[in-house]
């Protein structure tokens, strides 16, 4: 058994510029974080009740892993996966995200597929117990998974028999939706949310300046660029976050739901940028498995997201929609993609 390795963020809020005077610079500053859903959560924060709105967004985080957690036996999630082939009554939440993310492995042709989990686990992605598996047990475990299996009627779900579903790929980024909606009741009116590989934001900084977001280098400790953003979801998946070593060899937590491997389609770091961040979090795992030619034309068929990607290649391709926001400080080539070819 290699090293083990969970690096810190992808994203990273960084150096608080003092601009011109906006209209929430008098604002109380509140910052503070815990740990929930296996990752370190901060939160900055402009406004009267700061802390109370923070306090909120834990108790909320909190509940959310209790129910979607894969690893939780009192979870709804364990519940389902515990079925054994039953149909399974969940609550409209847990059932409205598992929609979503199905909605997902359909838009990213199969990419995203929740029920990859049991091939997720046998890797020991989920455990920490790391390993390489040995291809019959992948191509047996590869036997129940595949999304369209799954049957969702109303809040009633129904798996194959030894089928298993996770939805660690955008449980943090509908998390941090919620905890915007809490952070918004609470008058927060410039603040930022930091889950993991997860930023979301609420309008800009205090002066009416953008926050300065810097994106992970997949190669380095380093930063690679830095996005300006107000008003936005920025989610990063990256070879880098959760994998290990073994015989020289690196083995990443992204797999390729059509082979049961981690995904090796050129893309080592995707970033998606849109208004919400469970759409970001699934799109983000997804076209990392895609690879860029599928991600550009499923980028073209939507409107609703930006996305920067970084290939095995060392190139940056980033869409036309957030090129003007992102300032590549590292010396990779950066190709823009347009709407129209
Ligand atoms: P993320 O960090 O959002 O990219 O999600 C990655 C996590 O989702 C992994 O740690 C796995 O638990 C799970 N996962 C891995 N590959 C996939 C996939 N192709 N589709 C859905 N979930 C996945
Ligand atoms: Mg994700």
Redesign the pocket.
């Known amino acids: 058994m290699g090293r083990i390795m969970k690096s810190a963020a992808a994203l990273l809020l960084i150096a608080f510029g003092t601009g011109c005077a906006g209209e929430n610079i008098n604002q109380k500053l509140y910052t503070g974080g815990f740990i929930a859903m296996d990752t370190y959560i901060s939160l900055t924060l402009y406004g009267e009740s700061g802390e109370k709105a923070s306090a909120e967004c834990k108790k909320e985080i909190e509940r959310l892993e209790a129910m979607f957690s894969?690893t939780d036996e009192n979870s709804e999630i364990s519940l389902i996966n515990n079925a054994q082939g039953a149909k399974t009554t969940v609550s409209a939440e847990t059932a409205e995200l598992i929609d979503f993310?199905l909605k997902a492995?359909d838009i990213s042709g199969g990419?995203?597929?929740?029920t990859?989990?049991p091939?997720?686990r046998e890797w020991g992605?989920?455990t920490g117990e790391y390993k390489v598996p040995d291809p019959d047990s992948l191509s047996e475990l590869l036997k129940n998974t595949g999304y369209e299996k799954v049957i969702l009627e109303n809040n009633a779900l129904t798996l194959p028999p030894d089928g298993k579903i996770?939805?660690?790929?955008?449980a943090?980024?509908y998390a941090g939706d919620k905890a915007i909606e809490i952070l918004k009741n609470n008058g927060i009116v410039s603040g930022l949310i930091s889950l993991?590989?997860?930023i979301q934001t609420i309008g800009g900084k205090p002066d009416g300046t953008p926050w300065n977001v810097a994106v992970r280098d997949p190669f380095s400790e380093d930063n690679f660029g830095i996005l300006k953003i107000k008003d936005r979801a920025i989610?990063t998946?990256?070879n880098y976050?959760?994998f290990f070593e073994e015989n020289g060899k690196i083995y990443h937590?992204?797999?390729?739901?059509s082979d049961g491997y981690p995904?090796d389609n050129g893309i080592v770091s995707?970033t998606v940028i849109g208004d919400k961040g469970a759409l970001c979090?699934?799109l983000?795992?997804?076209v990392?498995?895609m690879g860029t030619e599928k991600s550009e034309e499923l980028w073209r068929s939507r409107g609703d997201f930006e996305m920067i990607l970084v290939t095995d290649e060392k190139e940056i391709f980033i869409t036309e929609g957030i090129y003007d926001s992102f300032e590549n400080t590292s010396d990779m080539e950066m190709k823009v993609i347009y709407k129209k070819q």
Do not use: M, Q, W
């Open positions: 894969v993310a492995g990419c995203l597929d929740i990859v989990y091939v997720v992605f989920t996770d939805l660690g790929a955008v943090k980024g993991g590989g997860n989610v998946s990256g976050e959760r937590h992204i797999i390729d739901p995904a995707a979090d699934a983000s795992t997804a990392f498995v």
